[in-house]
């Protein structure tokens, strides 16, 4: 298993009065009988993807959690945060 931490710049959420960039734990771990990498935020329900190797599955995971946050705010619903 391993864990990564993302740190999207380009999105900040209001928190206590302080505007705090949005940083996520994603777990890769590999599937040895698919032979890809799957990745996961755990803080995130159901944001999972996966790539044919390392690199792809953290690039593929940055990309859904962008779309899940995106669409959590179209939807005006709260953006979960990880804890300090």
């Given at each position: ?10 999105k900040?959420i ?22 890809v ?48």
């Amino acid at each position: 298993m391993i864990l990564c931490q993302l740190l999207i710049n380009d999105k900040y959420i209001k928190n206590d009065q302080m505007m705090m960039p949005l940083k996520y734990r994603i777990v890769i771990e590999k599937d040895p009988e698919e032979g890809v990498y799957i990745a996961s935020v755990p803080k995130l329900p159901g944001c999972d993807t996966f790539g044919k190797d390392i690199r792809e599955a953290f690039e593929m995971a940055e990309e859904a959690v962008e779309v899940y946050i995106e669409t959590l705010l179209d939807l005006g619903k709260r953006v979960p945060v990880e804890d300090a």
